[in-house]
């Protein structure tokens, strides 16, 4: 059975970094094109980072230059790394492997 794990998230002061991290279980991990969204609260569900299979990433503009993904097919795990938070930035962060499985999502809170 699929699975899709996230950690990481947390309460973090503005300019401050998180990594957030997301392992995967009962899929083939290395084959996946994996990606990282966001949704904050009234909004809805965003795109924020994608890896492919081959290691090409992508990002949308807000964050580009600040959050940087990655991923360890050993472990079978992606990760962001979150630099530079900005209140805005807040929201419940999730994992998806394209365009299959949803994890159920990590809290990241920006605020002084």
């Known amino acids: 059975q699929a699975q899709l794990v996230e950690s990481g998230g947390g309460l973090v002061q503005p300019g401050g970094s998180l990594r957030l991290s997301c392992k995967a279980s009962?899929?083939?991990?290395?084959?996946?094109?994996m990606a990282w969204y966001r949704q904050a609260p009234g909004n809805q569900r965003e795109l924020v980072a994608t890896?492919?299979?081959?290691?090409?990433?992508g990002y949308v503009d807000p964050v580009k230059g600040r959050f940087t993904i990655s991923r360890d097919n050993a472990k079978a795990t992606v990760y962001l790394q979150m630099n530079n938070l900005k209140p805005e930035d807040t929201a419940v962060y999730y994992c998806?492997?394209?365009?299959?499985?949803w994890g159920q999502g990590t809290q990241v809170t920006v605020s002084s």
């Open positions: 998806r492997a394209v365009d299959r499985y």
């Open positions: 009962g899929i083939i991990f290395s084959t996946f094109t």
């Open positions: 890896i492919s299979a081959a290691d090409t990433t």
